[in-house]
């Protein structure tokens, strides 16, 4: 019979008893895991399917009698015949799984393309590679709400570094008499014109330059280091400087479309906003 069970909102299956039985030794789902199976829609905790099966199995019949013990045969003068040979003892070769980097005996494991996969894994697997996709790992995707505490943090520390730019610039704007004109209302609107000009200067290039230089070095902006999620190619590498920055302007496309670049994340089986399909890019837990 074939089983299905849910990891956050994606349905991954189907496994049969084996797999089932391996990914709850591998401690990747548990009692309260979602599952069901081929012949049920309705989704129930595993702990629970386990209780009706059992409840539902019919009782062991009970063996018959044992016949009376026959006579002891006369002694046998022939030699007994020698022992069976000891079976060889299994192999103790094991393997780690190229996906959970678990060890297994190898004959719980098979190998594709140079890599080892174990039974849990090997659904997950066989799906990413329909979809093209060959990873090293299973990812955990970075959800929508995750993402959106990450870009908060993030907003807060640009705001301050920006606050911390603009402040003593303005001051130096309407002070320095820019414009060259004894006219103080000449003064003025030239230097408010030039303060706007730099206000939106700085609004472009200190997101670009953070974004750029945290997500190119370290896979991460420090709001997304806070909830221990990165960017990452959709082989789990890490991406290039370039693409950091044309994330960086991919995702201002998300912005300007009312969020909905933003919001698609929630949707999205791999949890990816607009500037991740752009950019083919991926944000998952570390």
Known sequence: MAWYYKDGEQEIGPLNKEQLQALIHAKRISAKTLVRNESANDWRPLGEMVRRSASASPPAATAPPLPPPAPAAAADPSPEPPPPAAAEPPSLESAVCSQCGRSFPKSQVVE????VICAACKPIFVQRLR???????????????????????????????????????????F?????????????LTS???????FQQLVGILIPAAYNTFFIGRYSATLGKMACRIKVVTPEGGRISYARALGRYFAEILSAIVLLIGYIMAAFDSEKRALHDRVCSTRVVYK
Do not use: C, H
């Open 131 to 173: 979809e093209g996709v060959s990873t090293p790992g299973i990812f955990k995707y970075a959800g929508f709400w995750i993402r959106f505490g990450a870009k908060f943090i993030d907003g807060m520390i640009l705001a301050g570094l920006q606050y911390a730019i603009l402040i003593p610039m303005t001051f130096l704007f």
């Open 112 to 115: 594709f393309d140079n890599q």
């Open 191 to 197: 230097g408010s014109l030039a303060l706007i000009g």
């Open 175 to 187: 002070s320095s008499g820019t414009g060259g004109s004894e006219n103080p209302e000449e003064m």
